[in-house]
Nanobody, 121 residues
């Protein structure tokens, strides 16, 4: 069982920055596709960015040029710049140990509990 714990969320003004972290329970994520998803109240969960075991990335166009995903053996991060009120959501880290890398949340069996990001003045 892979355990994921997110941190780094908070309240930030529009235009500000945050870095989210996701710490995992085992080194096997070196073979895993890792992803950040987010869910705003009343909306479906959507992918933010995905990173493959080899470091390839998929990024949602709504955050392209503002958000960057990165990883090492046990952690992934999401650097978020130029935050907008529309980025307000609960952000979740997810892992898939097998299968192709996708942006579909149904393909990720392991999830953290999330960290809240609120962008407001």
């Amino acid at each position: 069982q892979v355990q994921l714990v997110e941190s780094g969320g908070g309240l930030v003004e529009p235009g500000g920055s945050l870095t989210l972290s996701c710490t995992t329970s085992e080194n096997s994520i070196t073979l895993a596709s890792m992803a950040w998803f987010r869910q705003a109240p009343g909306k479906d969960r959507e992918y933010v960015s995905v990173i493959t075991p080899g470091g390839g990335r998929i990024i949602n166009m709504s955050v392209k040029d503002r958000f960057t995903i990165s990883r090492d053996n046990n952690n992934i991060w999401l650097q978020m710049n130029s935050l907008e009120p529309e980025d307000t959501a609960r952000y979740f880290c997810a892992a898939a140990l097998a299968g192709p890398t996708t942006a579909n949340p149904d393909d990720y069996p392991y999830w953290g509990r999330g960290t809240q990001v609120t962008v407001s003045s």
